[in-house]
């Protein structure tokens, strides 16, 4: 692919996806100016080449636009920067892990080693942004103040993500070597994440971003095309009119409202013997009453851990069974920040986040090791970055390709055919909860709804504790559109499921072994934005 050839030139990127890590996306982002002024003069080569590849060409339009400047503009934040990037890869290496995945850990290491000093490009280039959305120094600043996106409580929350330490122990399996890369990569980090800490600091007590409208937050202060760009981007489908913004707002709440049907459905056999008392309860009663029963909540720290490793490995033996091309075992990994979400997947490794331990409910797990480990992201992408040839610029721009990855994850939680309703009811309480995100995405971004309102609206419909639920707000807050991109890609992932179901016959499974080698013949394809994926399989998106 000729943008891929020409990336890795200007940039000086590694031949193999699998080494990309924060500190080539620092090289490329640190002068967003030049960076754009290099894909449009490879764009006008392009053109004349009449290339048809629609992930060079999704790239290249969206990467362009002077709204994409505005977009990496509001991305280093509480929720997503280089600070915490680099921390979740540095701490996946530090952690317990498969032969396979020691050995490409090292290479890592290795190679973000040799870019070392690209991790003193962070505080600067932080602390540039910064300056710029203060300045108006920018594309479309004459219609978009960017300081209305910001306010105090959003810049206190960042200011609490950039206290770094150095690991007390490291791997004992890695070679010293290796440790004394890792830990002067974390002395860097550290220092670097102390600057811009000091500087954040000095924003919060100067009150630049006090005087804010209070009645508006995010993207709700600017008119709805910033928004509906940031809705393409992450969701990978052409918004083009207010008018679409709407019906995804009602086809949402439709879902709604079928969902928390089939969760009275399955809390009524739960609890087979209360009776038709049940049917007197309202969804947040009935909610509170599985949030109140103590056998589906861990005893200890321990108890958690152990119930995600069994089940990590319970779905592995599954994949082995159904001649999965695997090419190692997802590992696992656990830490602690009370700022981000209740799980990720980076470098081979399923993260689970461990602060408020004792707020999370055990009917969870299931979807959420699917979601992160099998037959989720882990497979997903390890199949993407071991089997497909083309997966490079995927790996290089994950938000345009988000709503293939992050639809898949959460298609995966229901590759299924167990029969276990405290697991369904997790599942439905997970499919929920994405559900409400584009209600809450577009409730904050578009009709400017406060996020008391959206928290206390989640709140009445969801088995999350309520920490979960104010933090799950000002991810969206932070982060506008990207929790759409979830169920967006899930639905069209089970559309092509009912038309697989509908071509091999209505008694085949969704986890029979027929359907999953179709599932794993699509993923072998790549990554691709969801126009295509529906283009791929004769569809089309409806609300």
């Excluded at 290496?93 to 290491?109: A, F, G, H, R």
């Excluded at 807050?477 to 979830?486: K, N, R, V």
Aim: net charge neutral; charged share 25%.
């Amino acid at each position: 692919m000729k943008l891929e050839i020409y990336l890795k030139r200007i940039y000086n990127l590694p031949d193999d996806p699998k080494l990309l890590t924060v500190l080539d996306m620092i090289g490329i982002y640190s002068d967003f100016d030049k960076y754009q002024e290099n894909l449009k003069t490879f764009a006008k080569d392009f053109n004349k080449q009449n290339s048809s590849d629609p992930n060079e060409l999704s790239i290249l339009e969206y990467e362009t636009s002077p709204y994409r400047y505005l977009l990496y503009l509001i991305r280093q934040n509480h929720y997503t920067n280089y600070y915490v990037d680099l921390e979740l890869i540095l701490n996946g290496i530090n952690s317990p892990c498969t032969k396979e995945v020691l050995e490409q850990n090292i290479k890592i290491v290795d190679y973000m080693y040799e870019k070392k000093e690209n991790i003193l490009l962070m505080d600067k280039t932080i602390i540039n942004i910064y300056k710029k959305i203060i300045s108006c120094k920018y594309p479309l600043s004459e219609k978009y103040d960017l300081k209305k996106f910001y306010n105090m409580k959003s810049l206190k929350k960042f200011i609490k993500t950039l206290d770094l330490k150095i690991p007390s122990s490291f791997n004992d399996k890695l070679p010293p070597n290796t440790v004394l890369k890792l830990k002067s990569m974390y002395e860097i980090l550290i220092k670097s994440s102390s600057l811009t800490k000091k500087y954040i600091q000095k924003l919060f007590e100067s009150n630049v971003f006090v005087k804010l409208d209070e009645t508006k937050y995010g993207l709700s202060n600017f008119d709805p095309e910033f928004y509906m760009f940031n809705l393409s981007y992450m969701c990978g489908l052409k918004f083009k009119s207010i008018s679409e913004i709407e019906h995804l707002y009602e086809w949402a709440h439709k879902y709604l409202k079928y969902n928390t049907d089939q969760i009275r459905k399955t809390i009524k056999k739960i609890y087979p013997n209360v009776g038709t008392s049940l049917s007197q309860l309202s969804h947040k009663d009935l909610i509170k009453m599985m949030n109140n029963d103590q056998q589906y909540r861990f005893k200890s720290e321990e108890e958690l851990k152990k119930a995600y490793i069994d089940k990590i490995d319970e779905y592995h033996e599954l994949m082995i069974k159904n001649n999965i091309p695997l090419t190692n075992k997802c590992g696992f990994i656990t830490f602690n920040n009370a700022e981000t979400a209740e799980g990720y997947y980076s470098n081979n490794c399923f993260h689970l986040n461990i602060a408020n331990w004792y707020t999370k409910k055990k009917f969870g797990t299931r979807a959420l090791t699917m979601h992160e480990a099998y037959p989720g992201h882990h497979m997903q992408l390890d199949i993407s970055a071991h089997h497909n040839k083309n997966n490079y610029l995927t790996v290089l721009y994950p938000d345009i390709f988000c709503a293939f990855t992050e639809g898949w994850a959460l298609f995966a939680e229901k590759i299924h055919s167990e029969q276990d309703l405290i697991s369904d009811f997790g599942e439905l309480d997970s499919d929920l909860l994405r559900i409400l995100r584009i209600i809450a995405d577009i409730d904050i971004h578009y009709k400017g709804k406060s996020p008391t309102e959206v928290i206390e609206k989640m709140s009445s419909y969801l088995a999350l504790d309520k920490l979960m639920i104010i933090q799950e707000v000002y991810r969206y807050l932070a982060l506008p559109a990207q929790a759409i991109s979830y169920k967006i890609g899930e639905s069209i992932f089970m559309g092509i499921y009912y038309k697989l179901k509908k071509e091999m016959g209505s008694n085949i499974r969704i986890d029979d072994a027929k359907m999953i080698n179709e599932y794993i013949k699509i993923l072998l394809q790549g990554e691709v934005t969801s126009e295509e994926l529906l283009k791929k399989h004769s569809m089309r998106f409806f609300y």
